[in-house]
């Protein structure tokens, strides 16, 4: 697992920006990042999330995700900082490079 | 043969398999020697052949005839011009297919020459030879160096090979983001993690940041021990993932050029070499043939024996490349020597192209060093060091320029009309031009590069708080240029005071929260190019030349059409009147590069800062919709 500390302001314009880019979005009142992913059936979504859930389980680090058919909310925070750490940077990296392979 | 698996199996089954599962290990955790799977051995081993070097998993089971197939494809030479491209393009779900070239349309349209920079800039963050992309394009490398470079026209159907190379080259990007051999190869143009293919890897090559720390190290220790290899080994490849704006730990994502101990080692290696060489060669030259070292004009230090003039070549070549205080690079050369290089990187500091000339007789010299001995063959090093020299003047010349790309990440986003007047800014002789957002330095520039290129791939638009209004200005009335003629200060300030006298009467912060998306904008030179300006601004907006000194009242917002500026007279009190608003500025949805105009803006001395070699010309950014969303 990598590093837990919260992320500091500097890191956060390094890092952020790139997932921004592509849709991640913070969240009012609670420091975690959010995107929410669409597919086209529900076998897709499922695939998508299994691999994503493969990898959280290789990286010790799980997302919070709600699922409903074709569609995929995910929120990625650190409980042990209370807030944005590496981990929560890497799995969105990950989920992005799953999400575009299979869509 | 193999039962067909429902699509939810197959779509399970290629996840694991992605995950790293090997066959047999699925075949034992399954517990049986899976009868039903020694049937379809044949088709799962393909499929997973496939699997690494595709990862188009999703089509398992339709795609396993349909992969086969393209494998062979795959093989296939890059050389060919389009069909290898088009044909990956096939390969791809049709949607990533239609989006990407949905973007190659979108860059296609263009100024060929702004995306050209834009390639060139991502070429030089990531590291990638020119080799990869005329290898997988297929276009003539001359050509495509010349494209990039120089500008050279280039047909509109190579430039659309070169695009789409570019922007499947971007998913390198996103590959960056896995762990090491996690999640595998999409396809090749990313040139450096395929092996197989004719077993190619591209050659490994230092990036700035890490020759930054690099010479850091050497000045302190020449001979570093292997714990000491090792940090310099982590630190670079963190540098080398900030420059890229990736995160540290995905340092795999760099590939060929991750930064490794016998890479480091043999850098050290290389710079003693080199220096002992430099040492040999002002020994020869000193005493030698009559032309000598001759340093250049700016570089009045005698070349006492221990410190040849070249020796601080590299030094200066990084000085002069990242443009930021070398005083401990200069460090690197002992005390005699000392203070005229502190005086040229001194004059580096601004980021400004006059900081060419020292470049420029720096290169004189070292040419005169190095033809002077007619003897053994310099390492390599010092040569790729003279090289490197000549390619930093237009570098330089380019990186302001490129940092203008940096800091406007709505450039892009410009209508048509645009680019005309855009073009000549550009080309701007560097010294009379300031672009605000050069604040910061070359590291922290390099990342916005990087978000400028996807800001433009998803065309996000560009936040401006509406404090940014107060500084956008429309065009001067004549009388009013005659009044800033004094100073350019001065005119920056008139600049800024007359639309900001708008708000005047209610500074409060309320005023501010408003926020528009401003998705176009638009770059205003200075008042001596007002009919560009007047020819370029869109929006209606009438301006009348008020010479009463109380700007403060009777401005109102104007209910209808037109919005009317008071331009207040130039009175110390307006120019104060300015300053507090701006320390209001700080609002959470402005975009960093807008920000930075404003970061300095505290004071008046914060303005001069604006204006650190007065300059006349300032650019700022002019939403169009200023009009409606003040009204």
């Known amino acids: 697992?990598?590093?837990?500390?919260?992320?500091?302001?500097?890191?956060?314009?390094?890092?952020?920006?790139?997932?921004?880019?592509v849709g991640w979005n913070e969240l009012e009142g609670r420091d975690a990042i959010f995107k929410q992913f669409h597919f086209k059936d529900f076998n897709r979504a499922f695939g998508f999330m299994t691999r994503v859930a493969l990898q959280a389980e290789k990286l010790d680090h799980h997302p919070e995700w709600f699922n409903v058919y074709n569609k995929v909310h995910i929120t990625l925070s650190t409980h042990e900082c209370a807030g944005l750490s590496e981990r929560d940077i890497n799995l969105a990296s990950f989920i992005e490079q799953v999400a575009t392979s299979m869509s | 043969?193999?039962?067909?698996?429902?699509?939810?199996?197959?779509?399970?089954?290629?996840?694991l398999l992605e995950s790293g599962l090997s066959k047999e290990a699925l075949i034992q955790a399954l517990g049986e020697p899976g009868p039903y799977l020694l049937a379809g051995d044949g088709p799962l081993d393909k499929g997973e052949s496939c699997v690494s070097g595709r990862g188009e998993l999703a089509e398992l089971p339709n795609g396993l005839g349909e992969t086969r197939g393209s494998e062979d494809e795959t093989d296939d030479d890059g050389e060919e011009f389009t069909p290898p491209i088009l044909k990956e393009l096939e390969n791809l779900s049709p949607e990533e297919a239609a989006h990407q070239k949905a973007v190659v349309e979108t860059l296609l349209q263009e100024d060929p020459w702004r995306v050209a920079k834009m390639v060139k800039s991502y070429l030089q963050q990531h590291n990638i030879p020119q080799r990869e992309v005329v290898d997988t394009t297929g276009l003539n490398q001359s050509h495509l160096s010349q494209h990039l470079n120089k500008g050279t026209p280039m047909k509109t159907q190579k430039r659309a090979a070169l695009y789409t190379w570019y922007v499947r080259k971007q998913r390198e990007v996103a590959q960056q983001f896995t762990h090491a051999g996690q999640g595998g190869l999409i396809e090749e143009p990313t040139g450096d993690e395929l092996p197989t293919k004719k077993g190619r890897r591209n050659r490994f090559k230092w990036g700035p940041a890490s020759q930054q720390i690099l010479f850091q190290a050497y000045e302190r220790q020449k001979n570093p021990s292997k714990e000491e290899r090792e940090t310099l080994v982590e630190e670079c490849n963190r540098a080398e993932c900030i420059q890229r704006g990736v995160s540290p730990s995905q340092a795999q994502g760099l590939g060929s050029n991750l930064v490794t101990e016998v890479?480091?080692?043999?850098?050290?290696?290389?710079?003693?070499?080199?220096?002992?060489?430099?040492?040999?060669?002002?020994?020869?030259?000193?005493?030698?043939?009559?032309?000598?070292?001759?340093?250049?004009?700016?570089?009045?230090?005698?070349?006492?024996?221990?410190?040849?003039?070249?020796?601080?070549?590299?030094?200066?070549?990084?000085?002069?490349?990242?443009?930021?205080?070398?005083?401990?690079?200069?460090?690197?050369?002992?005390?005699?020597?000392?203070?005229?290089?502190?005086?040229?990187?001194?004059?580096?500091?601004?980021?400004?192209?006059?900081?060419l000339e020292p470049s420029h007789s720096l290169l004189s010299t070292e040419a005169k060093l190095v033809s002077a001995t007619g003897g053994p063959l310099p390492p390599v090093s010092t040569l790729t060091a003279l090289h490197s020299l000549e390619q930093t003047s237009p570098g330089l010349n380019q990186q302001p320029q490129n940092l203008i790309m940096a800091s406007l990440p709505g450039v892009m986003t410009i209508g048509p009309g645009e680019p005309a007047s855009l073009g000549p800014t550009f080309t701007n002789t560097g010294a009379s031009t300031l672009v605000i957002g050069l604040a910061s330095t070359q590291a922290q520039s390099v990342p916005v590069i990087n978000s400028m290129g996807s800001s433009l791939t998803t065309l996000q638009p560009v936040q401006f708080s509406q404090q940014l209004h107060p500084s956008y200005q429309q065009p001067l009335m004549p009388p009013m240029q005659s009044h800033v003629a004094q100073s350019p200060f001065m005119a920056t300030m008139a600049q800024l005071q007359s639309p900001h006298a708008l708000y005047s009467h209610k500074p409060e912060v309320a005023q501010y929260t408003h926020t528009g998306l401003l998705p176009q904008t638009m770059l205003i030179t200075d008042t001596t190019n007002l009919s560009a300006l007047a020819s370029l601004t869109p929006t209606k907006q009438v301006f009348t030349s008020d010479p009463e000194a109380s700007s403060e009242s009777g401005l109102h917002?104007?209910?209808?059409?037109?919005?009317?500026?008071?331009v207040p007279s130039q009175d110390p009190a307006g120019i104060q009147h300015l300053q507090p608003t701006h320390r209001l500025s700080a609002s959470p949805t402005v975009s960093s590069s807008s920000l930075v105009l404003y970061q300095s803006s505290d004071s008046s001395n914060g303005h001069s800062h604006l204006l650190p070699s007065n300059h006349g010309v300032i650019e700022t950014f002019i939403s169009t919709q200023m009009a409606s969303s003040s009204q």
Do not use: C, I
């Open chain 2, 557 to 566: 917002t104007p209910a209808s059409q037109a919005t009317t500026l008071h």
């Open chain 2, 1 to 15: 043969m193999v039962a067909k698996l429902s699509q939810l199996q197959t779509e399970l089954l290629a996840a």
């Open chain 1, 1 to 21: 697992a990598g590093k837990a500390h919260r992320l500091s302001a500097e890191e956060r314009d390094q890092l952020l920006p790139n997932l921004r880019a």
């Open chain 2, 263 to 355: 890479r480091v080692y043999n850098w050290f290696a290389n710079r003693r070499k080199e220096e002992a060489f430099r040492h040999k060669l002002a020994m020869d030259t000193y005493s030698g043939p009559p032309s000598g070292p001759g340093p250049g004009p700016a570089l009045p230090a005698h070349s006492s024996p221990g410190l040849p003039p070249s020796a601080l070549s590299p030094s200066k070549v990084h000085g002069v490349r990242y443009g930021q205080p070398t005083a401990s690079e200069a460090a690197e050369v002992p005390s005699s020597s000392g203070s005229p290089l502190v005086t040229v990187s001194a004059a580096l500091h601004p980021v400004s192209p006059t900081g």
